[in-house]
């Protein structure tokens, strides 16, 4: 998907969003509390080191596709030799370079429609990536998937959160592949087990879990064939 008119909707409702509450948007946290919001980052860190493993990662390079302010990054970047977030929001980004000035290893990057161009094939270990991919057009999310296939390393680990499918509602929207015609840049979609291996396989993943997290969290646990 290359639309430019709504790639700058997207930035200035994320902008806008940053403004009124970058916890809330980017963590589900019902308040404005420092800690609170930490404890949401140490919570999906969790997770996503979890499905690592005891890989040995003092060496890799990871990036977080949607990293707003850095939530996660900020419990992660220890972890790892250099980490890349890329985010639509010039906001979050500018937040997200205020709360990095204690991680020299983090760059942050702001995206221009769903190209990585700023990164050369195979560079990449692990990409993680919390309430991002189900708020986008599938279009989108489709064109990413194609793009992380080029930047990640043979080997390299996709770890990222969808949303379960506990209702009819969202297994309808999944079997049907709805979308939303009103352009919400903040509307969720839903996708089957079958049609998420269908995309790892099209992008040349293997599938190593998809499978329930926390809360309604689907995490899916690719690894990218060699």
Request: charged share 25%; net charge positive; hydrophobic share 35%.
């Amino acid at each position: 998907m290359n639309d430019p008119a709504y790639d700058e909707r997207m930035r200035q409702e994320w902008n806008a969003r940053a403004q009124k509450s970058f916890m809330q948007y980017t963590s589900g946290t019902q308040t404005e509390n420092e800690k609170d919001y930490m404890e949401s980052a140490r919570r999906d860190a969790g997770t996503i080191l979890k499905y690592l493993g005891d890989a040995d990662t003092k060496t890799w390079k990871a990036i977080d596709l949607g990293c707003g302010p850095g939530r996660i990054i900020q419990v992660l970047a220890p972890r790892f030799a250099e980490v890349h977030g890329v985010d639509v929001s010039d906001e979050m980004l500018r937040l997200g370079r205020e709360r990095m000035k204690e991680h020299p290893n983090v760059q942050l990057h702001r995206v221009e429609g769903t190209s990585l161009k700023e990164f050369p094939d195979n560079h990449f270990q692990v990409m993680w990536s919390y309430s991002v991919l189900y708020h986008m057009p599938r279009s989108v999310y489709y064109a990413y998937l194609k793009e992380l296939g080029r930047v990640m390393a043979p080997g390299g680990l996709l770890i990222y959160q969808l949303a379960q499918l506990y209702s009819i509602r969202r297994w309808l929207n999944a079997i049907f592949r709805a979308e939303y015609s009103d352009g919400d840049t903040n509307k969720r979609r839903f996708y089957t087990p079958g049609h998420l291996r269908s995309l790892a396989a099209e992008n040349g993943f293997e599938v190593l879990a998809i499978e329930p997290g926390p809360g309604h969290d689907l995490w899916c646990h690719w690894r990218k064939k060699k």
